[in-house]
């Protein structure tokens, strides 16, 4: 297959890595990509993944068979839907879909309708309405942004003052949702939908934020492992019975079918599953730690959702190792990350074995070579073992050779399932 993948960071590059294991050769080019994913296929740095028309002029001159959208961003603003109206077979959600993720209102309108179950909320457009909500739902606080904010929506918080003023912050470009605090461990659940099936992909733990033993602010997450060892055997089925064919079926009755990636951000509570969050997309970084260890070709799954013909496929197989994933990111990162940075010692980090390195912001300086970090999120480092303990030594083993200076990483993920 001829597959355009959008996007340019590790969870890209991952979707890359992965097509690239299968049996069968496609011819993958990546717009716009980054400096890593350059090195394994072709990437079209010119192509905007935000302009639906002219991805889709490009999918048509160059008989493009595939198109698999990445990042949120695409997909809200809809670049989705001029490839499906000229029908260019896309795997990702169209605009109104997209907002599973893009408006957070909209996503609890849906689990309403769909009876899915989730965190009680109130959207508040003042202040004032805000404050209350705090107060009914008391300490501690959950403030989340209305629409898309890179992570850095969400404030959860004992600090009644600090969920005001992220509150009043967010106010201004529209509305809040105040939610009720959900205690448990959390996990990320992804579906492949073609609108009316779905099927699941292995379970990961996201480590969202900053600092060891969670402490700092939210990011969009410093690491991953899958599986989940300590899951509860019927877990996966119950989120499919309650939670992701519940809300395909909602969106499919009102004429917006997801066909994409849905990404169920799960808590798991003492009083059940509750959903935190939908995505409309495959996570970072869970990604790096899932699409290895699947053994169905991936184009298979993506190409079936993208076609309406996933009810014709078996469930994704899994193997049965470990993966674990450890980001490192740029000195100031969330709030101002410090780009333009080198990065060394790759060479040797990928030459630990079982490890291989996604890249999430990189660039490559086309005067003297070097490989310089250009965001926050820089490098996805990811082991697989047989053991979590074997695959986190690998991975921080890897990590220990790379050189960027200022760069933080957290010493503390898969930690607890060791
Ligand atoms: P979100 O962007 O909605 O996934 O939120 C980011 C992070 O905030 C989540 O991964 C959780 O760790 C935390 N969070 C969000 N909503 C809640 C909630 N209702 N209760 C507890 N923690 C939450
Ligand atoms: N890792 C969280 C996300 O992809 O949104």
């Not at 600090?162 to 201004?172: D, F, G, K, P, T």
Request: hydrophobic share 45%; glycine share 10%.
């Amino acid at each position: 297959m001829k597959i355009l993948v959008l996007g340019s960071g590790a969870r890209e590059h991952a979707i890359v890595t992965s097509l690239l294991t299968e049996e069968v050769a496609h011819e993958i080019v990546v717009a716009p990509g980054n400096a890593g994913i350059a090195q394994d296929v072709s990437v079209e740095p010119g192509l905007d993944p935000l302009n639906g028309e002219a991805v889709t002029e490009y999918a048509i001159e160059h008989d493009i068979d595939l198109v698999v959208i990445g990042p949120e961003a695409p997909l809200v603003a809809g670049v989705a839907d001029p490839l499906r109206t000229r029908g260019i077979p896309v795997f990702g959600p169209g605009k109104v879909a997209a907002q599973l993720e893009g408006s957070k209102t909209f996503a609890k309108r849906i689990m309403d309708a769909a009876g899915v179950p989730t965190g009680r909320a109130v959207r508040a457009t003042t202040l004032l309405e805000a404050e209350e909500a705090l107060d009914a739902f008391g300490a501690p606080y959950v403030v989340k942004a209305d629409g898309l904010a890179a992570g850095k929506g969400v404030l959860v918080t004992e600090d009644r003052e600090a969920a005001v003023a992220h509150s009043s912050h967010y106010l201004e470009h529209g509305a809040v949702l105040v939610e009720e605090f959900l205690d448990g461990q959390e996990v990320s659940l992804f579906l492949v939908s073609d609108g009316h099936t779905v099927l699941p992909l292995s379970p990961a733990q996201d480590y969202k934020r900053l600092l060891d033993g969670d402490a700092g602010p939210n990011t969009g997450g410093m690491g991953a492992y899958s599986p989940l060892p300590w899951l509860p055997e019927t877990f996966v089925d119950e989120v499919i019975e309650t939670v992701a064919l519940p809300t395909v079926r909602q969106l499919a009755r009102e004429q917006t079918p997801f066909i994409g990636l849905l990404y169920c951000g799960l808590i798991l509570t003492g009083r059940g599953i509750r959903v935190i969050e939908f995505n409309a997309r495959f996570g970072d970084p869970e990604t790096q730690v899932v699409l290895p260890r699947l053994v169905t070709p991936l184009s298979e799954l993506l190409f079936a959702a993208a076609t309406g013909a996933l009810a014709t496929q078996p469930r994704p197989e899994f193997a049965l190792d470990v993966a674990v994933a450890v980001v490192l990111a740029s000195e100031g990162y969330p709030e101002a990350p410090l780009t333009g940075r080198a990065i060394t010692g790759l060479d040797e980090a990928a030459a630990v074995p079982e490890v291989t390195i996604a890249h999430a912001a990189t660039v490559r300086d086309a005067a003297t070579g070097a490989l310089l970090a250009t965001g926050g999120r820089v490098l996805c480092v990811v082991a697989r073992g047989t053991t979590f303990a074997e695959a986190r030594a690998l991975a921080y083993e890897a990590v220990g050779k790379i050189g960027l200076d200022g760069s933080q990483y957290r010493t503390d993920i898969a930690a607890r399932v060791v």
